[in-house]
T-cell receptor
Framework: DTGVSQDPRHKITKRGQNVTFRCDPI?????LYWYRQTLGQGPEFLTY????????KSRLLSDRFSAERPKGSFSTLEIQRTEQGDSAMYLC????????????FGPGTRLTVL | EDKVVQSPLSLVVHEGDTVTLNCSYE??????LLWYKQEKKAPTFLFML??SGIEKKSGRLSSILDKKELFSILNITATQTGDSAVYLC???????????WGAGTKLIIKP
């Protein structure tokens, strides 16, 4: 399978714990995006990378969220001191340089904060 | 502020009916309009539209963009129960290719 993959698919954690999610984009895609989606809403942009550079971060993103893409391939999204309001589906997408706006999504990581 | 608005928010029809989903947008430095289908998982890509008046088709699905009136429609003919999903549209801008998403239209096809 050469699509976008995400790990884990589900994560249940207690409030105050840190969690980390991983995304592996389509191999030739240089752009990688993180979104958060809650029930009944479209995806909400969190941040994106072009190669290893983090080019944009949502103003709505708390300092508890950080993302990395150290070698321009896979990316990690860490949430520190989780809160119940962080419960959501976290989606990763990637796109190529010649069709940058056509984003292909991974299966998502569903986070539940108790 | 950039925004994308979809209507209706939900729609229930019977198998075999034709449906039209609407998407209006206000996106600075607009580049393209994209449609995605989302079942109980991540969105899957359907169409990308960049030019006005040119219809894109894939089987029973088709879509068209009007850049003057700033909207797009997605048509599904001869609907099937497998078409039941949330249909999302998103606008992208030339500045960063970031997608601005609508809230989606939840389509339910009854047998």
């Amino acid at each position: 399978d050469t699509g976008v993959s995400q790990d884990p698919r589900h994560k249940i954690t207690k409030r105050g714990q840190n969690v980390t999610f991983r995304c592996d984009p389509i191999s030739e895609h240089n752009r990688l995006y993180w979104y958060r989606q809650t029930l009944g809403q479209g995806p909400e942009f969190l941040t994106y990378f072009q190669n290893e550079a983090q080019l944009e971060k949502s103003r709505l993103l708390s300092d508890r969220f950080s993302a990395e893409r150290p070698k321009g391939s896979f990316s990690t999204l860490e949430i520190q001191r989780t809160e119940q309001g962080d419960s959501a589906m976290y989606l990763c997408a990637s796109s190529s340089g010649d069709r940058p706006d056509t984003q292909y999504f991974g299966p998502g990581t569903r986070l539940t904060v108790l | 502020e950039d925004k994308v608005v979809q209507s209706p928010l939900s729609l229930v029809v019977h198998e075999g009916d034709t449906v039209t989903l609407n998407c209006s947008y206000e996106v600075t430095n607009f580049r393209s309009l994209l449609w995605y289908k989302q079942e109980k998982k991540a969105p899957t890509f359907l169409f990308m539209l960049t030019s006005s008046g040119i219809e894109k088709k894939s089987g029973r699905l088709s879509s068209i963009l009007d850049k003057k009136e700033l909207f797009s429609i997605l048509n599904i003919t001869a609907t099937q129960t497998g078409d039941s999903a949330v249909y999302l549209c998103a606008g992208s801008s030339d500045s960063n290719y970031q997608l601005i998403w609508g809230a989606g239209t939840k389509l339910i096809i009854k047998p």
